[in-house]
């Protein structure tokens, strides 16, 4: 009779395909993840530097860049240490650690998106009504319910995926562990969880996004209705930043967990851009289409690194 026991750490294999390669990608993704971090905790101190970007959209622009400053800290040290030359081991609680706060901060990053469409919709259509409808105390409750429903439904993931039995083998065939590589480790049926969880992990984002839709649909038939070409130039402008963004954020998740024919090194190299480069993107997305985030960049730079002012 064979002896089972139970699997008490895994072996991460990393990016299919790209054994040779570790080198480069080791530069690459540290470079990728420094710019991110750095890019990203400027824009925070940027919004806490000016009382002209405390309006509730700024906010949840600061609360988004929290979230891209964690989010790629979930996988990127580890994916970073192993490509160095060191361990691939991770321990099982590890492994469960990097599940539960990747989907934590993958919803959560996601609802800002929503949040902030929101905000654009009340700020464009019913200006008049935006101090009241968009007063700190909702903004407040947006953005804790928000962090509130992203760690339920990565509880509910995690408690998911190991609910069942690891008895090995133990070698993750990927660069962290998420749902759909570490099914294929269990030791049990998982057909049933993998529908079950294919649909809480596509609701959530499909949800956002026809909310989203909703959003803009509804400010571009306002916008349409603006008699001055400037006028309408400017309420496009505004909203152009964020519906870039928002595809950057929901297109990978459509590639990775719709795909027909799951291609693994599709899916690591879709993932290692939603990881890094996304994130990275975010804050240039924003700075250098708002006038007052550039203005406030620069004031923090020059504080920072002893920049001239100009």
Known sequence: MRNLSVVTEFILLGIPHTEDLESM??????GFYIFTLMGNLLIPLAIISSTRLHPPMYLFLCQLSVCDILFPSV???KMLFYLSGNSRVISYAGCVSQLFFY??????????????????????????????????????????????FGCIQAIFLTALTFQLPYYGPNEVDYFFCDIPVMLKLACADTSALEMVGFISVGFMPLSC????????????????????TEGRHRAFSTCSAHLTAILLSF?????????????????????????????????????LRNKEVKYSLRKVLQQVAFLPEK
């Open 25 to 30: 990608l080791f530069v690459l993704c540290l």
């Open 251 to 287: 297109m990978p998740v459509v590639l990775i967990y719709l795909q027909l024919t799951p291609n693994p090194w599709l899916s690591a190299t879709v993932q290692i851009l939603n990881n890094l480069v996304t994130p990275m993107l975010n804050p240039l997305i924003y700075s």
């Open 209 to 228: 996004f026809l909310l989203i839709l909703t959003s803009y649909s509804c400010i571009v038939c306002c916008i349409l209705q603006i008699q001055s």
């Open 75 to 77: 996988s990127s040290p």
């Open 103 to 148: 989907h934590f901060l993958g919803c959560t990053e996601r609802f800002p998106y929503t949040v902030m469409a929101y905000d654009r919709f009340v700020a464009i259509c019913y200006p008049l009504r935006y101090t009241l409808t968009m007063s700190h105390r909702v903004c407040a409750i947006l953005s804790v319910g928000t962090s509130f």
